[in-house]
């Protein structure tokens, strides 16, 4: 049973505009949630986070919203560079982070 | 933010031997560090948790057997996949979250492991 997932598996994005990665989940009892970005044979890196008791944070052109009553969180990178091309992963976990659930990964691709 | 070291980065080895990976976490001190599998264009799959200090905890489907995990110290956990096969051939990534870090989990960098 796959708590939290990523229902689209590539996004393709001209530079400059905005990326929207999308994160369902099931468990209302998340605490945390994660992004995290992933280039090919390299472990992946922390993006952003979310506490489940804000809608939103924002880092330089990274924003995450989180909209509880659908149990949904995106992802939001404005302008996307070419750099930014990338696999992305939500994750999810609880308060006492015994395990953290993630997506099956969105890969980006942002054209020069 | 917080490093995790893992070594080596990549490893071919012949079937039927032993293969051992390192997770360090240098800066800080983790008692509990994931250990997770991912194969080719797919997800990250949980194997196990390591606890410091106490018997690993796996994921159903892990055989505990093949892939041994040791966390005998804070900074320092180990994956051993033992009598590798071809079918082991992956990319095996630790983590740990820093205590005094939040949420936030710290991933090492990998290892490609190719079993011939």
């Known amino acids: 049973d796959q708590q939290v997932k990523q229902n689209s598996p590539s996004l393709s994005v001209q530079e400059g505009r905005i990326s929207i990665l999308n994160c369902d989940y099931t468990?209302?009892?998340?605490?945390?949630f994660l992004w995290y970005k992933k280039y090919p044979a390299e472990g992946p890196t922390f993006l952003i986070s979310i506490s489940s008791i804000k809608d939103k944070n924002e880092d330089g052109r990274f924003t995450v919203f989180l909209n509880k009553s659908a149990k949904h969180l995106s992802l939001h990178i404005v302008p996307s560079q070419p750099g930014d091309s990338a696999v992305y992963f939500c994750a999810a976990t609880r308060y006492n982070f015994n395990k953290f659930y993630f997506g099956s990964g969105t890969k980006l691709n942002v054209k020069p | 933010g917080a490093v995790v070291s893992q070594h080596p980065s990549w490893v071919i080895c012949k079937s039927g031997t032993s293969v051992k990976i390192e997770c360090r976490s240098l800066d800080f001190q983790a008692t509990t560090m994931f250990w997770y599998r991912q194969f080719p264009k797919q997800s990250l799959m949980l194997m196990a948790t390591?606890?410091?200090?106490?018997?690993?905890?796996?994921e159903q489907g892990v055989e505990k057997d093949k892939f041994l995990i040791n966390h005998a110290s804070l900074t320092l956990s180990t994956l051993t996949v033992t009598s590798a096969h071809p079918e082991d051939s992956s990319f095996y990534i630790c983590?740990?979250?820093?205590?005094?870090?939040?949420?936030?989990?710290?991933f090492g960098s990998g290892t490609q492991l190719s079993v011939l």
């Open positions: 468990n209302s009892m998340f605490d945390y």
């Open positions: 390591s606890n410091e200090g106490s018997k690993a905890t796996y």
């Open positions: 983590s740990a979250r820093d205590p005094a870090g939040g949420e936030k989990l710290f």
